[in-house]
């Protein structure tokens, strides 16, 4: 049996499907990514916003319409919709074969042969089990893959259903994530990119302490591995420790995603965010003075009931006079079962979509000027391939996480450049956010 894989949504979500890969392959059937010339497909979706549980409807429907064609045989839906809406997934995806939430991802196989059975399986597990220890096949790159060290959520915001859809914060014992570490960099990986819904909490409900600062010299010292990037650090959990830490390992690159959501005391205190405006401005400026040459990346939500135009003017402020050099700016959404969408006074969509646009031309403005400063500089670069239109290679600096940065395009003599190296890369010019370069020294850096 030929079984294609499709995932939609996060980092989580995609580790999650490369563990299902390789339980499919180790079942003894054969693997693909998307669900062409296969005989069963598995979407693995992401229930976060309603606009992605459309993206994954609309996936499922086109999957059904291959089904109805006869060039489908099985339809297996897993992932954070399916465990969020559990209730009513027979019922909204008719066509689908089997179900499985994310405390059941170990339960491909038994549902794979549960549904060539003519069964229609649907298991959910234990979302606040232990997080489970499973091979993966990497999919998103030879050369970079991320490296989860929890699951789970323990803060509660508000605007946020992750808590109840992924269960309670739960770490992965130090011991796997450094094995696992180290298989990857035998495997080639040269990045791995720390991930957790919150990575500062890391060690807490196994250690009695947070431990994130003694994890990371930890898989700094692996051979083979030469960056690591860490995603998403909560503001008020970053200890001097942690920055002295980050500091000084060479290969944590300089570039930090730490999410804030907002900059108003009055907005922070109804998402149930931890900390006041100010603490964060002291965070940057700290985080700044102590981490020379570091970009920051964050997330803003407009539009969050309560949000006045001075609430809103405040974070449109702070954007330009704080130079957030990467930040992903997301209108409010009420989800249901959060907190916030029972709230009285939801902003109007009209004046949310306003500001959203407002925050982006914004942003905008600051990205261009943090490109126009690389010019003439030399930046570290990891080459990711070749662009046969362009007749440039292309890569991304530390200061570029994948799928959701930029990316530096750059010339180099043929056969001189190779895909997953690092070299030496000369900013020349930018064009539409991105940097364009020379190599400046062939060498790839040891």
Partial sequence: MKVGFISLGCAKNQVNCEQMIWQTYEAGHEVALGAEDCDVAVVNTCGFLQEARDEAMAEIEKLAELKRAGKLKKIIVTGCMAQWKKEEMKTLCPDADGFIGVGGYDSIAQVLEQAEAGERPALFGDIDAPVPETDRVVCTSDY?????????????????????????????????????ARNLAEAGMKELIVVAQDITRYGLDLYGRRTLAELLPKLCAIEGIQWVRLHYLYPDEITDELIDVIAREPKIVKYLDIPIQHISDKVLKAMHRRGTGDEIRVLFRKLRQRIPGLVLRTSLIAGFPGETEEDFEELCEFLLEYKIERAGVFP?????????????????????????????????????????????????????????????????????????????????????????????????????????????NEEAEA
Avoid: M
């Avoid at 403005?365 to 570290?380: A, E, H, N, P, W």
């Avoid at 440039?392 to 530096?408: A, H, K, M, N, T």
């Avoid at 539409?432 to 190599?439: A, F, K, P, R, Y």
């Fill in 144 to 180: 970079w893959a991320w490296l989860r060290i929890a699951e789970g959520c323990d803060n509660r915001c508000a605007y946020c259903v992750i808590p109840f859809i992924r269960g309670r914060f739960r770490s992965r014992p130090e011991e796997k994530i450094l094995e696992e």
């Fill in 332 to 440: 409010y959404s009420p989800e249901p079962g959060s907190a916030a969408a029972s709230y009285p006074d939801q902003v109007d969509e009209d004046v949310k979509r306003r500001r959203v646009e407002l925050l982006t031309d914004l942003q905008l403005r600051v990205v261009d000027q943090f490109c126009q400063d690389q010019v003439g500089k030399t930046l570290t670069v990891l080459c990711e391939g070749y662009d046969d239109e362009t007749e440039l290679y292309f890569g991304r600096s530390q200061y570029d996480s994948p799928e959701i940065d930029g990316i530096v395009h750059f010339e180099g003599e043929e056969g001189g450049v190779a895909p997953g190296g690092f070299y030496q890369v000369k900013i020349t010019s930018t064009y539409d956010g991105e940097l364009i370069g020379v190599i400046d």
